[in-house]
Every structure is written in C-alpha cells, then in structure tokens.
C-alpha cells in the first residue's frame, strides 16, 4: 500500500517484536481450559429436526396455539344454528343483528323476484371485436 503519510511509513519501517514466551503459554494454557471437552454430538431423529425447524421457543410456540384454539373457538360460537330445517337462527341474537338479518333478507328476496319477473329484458351486446388491419381510420394517441 502506497501512502504519503509519514505515520504509516514509520509503522511499515518498525520490525516486529516476539512475544515472550510465558505470556504465550499462559494465554494458550487460559485458551485451552476455556475449550469445552470435544463430546460427540448424537444423531438428531425427525422429531428432533421438525421441532428445530417449527418450534426454536417453546413459550412462542405454546402463545401461537392458544391464540388459534381461541380463534377457532370463537368463529365456532359464532356460527348460525339450525333449530329446524329452512329455518337459521343466530347463536346470540340481539335486536339490531336480529333487525339486520331481517332486512338483507328482505332485500335478497326482493333481488330475486325482480330477477325473475323481467327474464325479457336482455343485456346490451357486446360490440364486436374487430382485428387491428380492419380498424382503418381508428388511432389512438396516448
């Protein structure tokens, strides 16, 4: 490296020192009783990597189910009942529900028989597609 700093120039001059030696047997002998013993590690089953892969925290994974039991516990209490056939009450009905049911009712029935009372009228139709060589005189500028 090609510098003009004359700091750097002095470093890159200096020679290195040895370390004494009782310094390095001491830092190794420190290094070498800080190393755990090398034990085997045993094979990991299925099991042992399904639940490495899925569930690292078991606390994390524990709060993930009970919040979906929860979940899944309240969309079941809030499901229509059927007390008889063609005829579906809500689990907790209260007035304003009761009333709003009532009225989309209504109006579905209403949406229905005017469906039916004009099968007459048809649908605009759809203007042809024409391919673009026949569309002479026809541009567009963006």
């Given at each position: 490296m090609k510098t003009d700093d004359p700091f750097e120039r002095l470093l890159a001059e200096q020679s290195l020192k040895p370390v004494p030696s009782h310094w390095r047997d001491s830092i190794l002998a420190t290094a070498e009783a800080a190393r755990s013993p090398a034990t085997p590690r045993p094979q990991a089953g299925l099991w042992d990597t399904l639940r490495f892969l899925f569930c690292p925290s078991p606390r994390v994974a524990m709060g993930l189910g009970g919040v979906w039991i929860l979940i899944f516990g309240l969309n079941?209490?809030?499901?229509?009942?059927?007390?008889?056939?063609?005829?579906?009450?809500?689990?907790?009905?209260?007035?304003?529900?009761?009333?709003?049911?009532?009225?989309?009712?209504?109006?579905?029935?209403?949406?229905?028989?005017?469906?039916?009372?004009?099968?007459?009228?048809?649908?605009?139709?759809?203007?042809?597609?024409?391919p673009r060589s026949a569309r002479s005189g026809q541009t567009r500028v963006c």
């Open positions: 079941y209490l809030s499901l229509p009942t059927v007390d008889r056939p063609g005829r579906v009450t809500l689990a907790s009905s209260s007035p304003v529900l009761r009333l709003a049911w009532l009225e989309q009712q209504r109006l579905r029935q209403q949406l229905l028989s005017e469906e039916i009372s004009s099968p007459g009228s048809t649908p605009s139709p759809v203007p042809a597609l024409r």
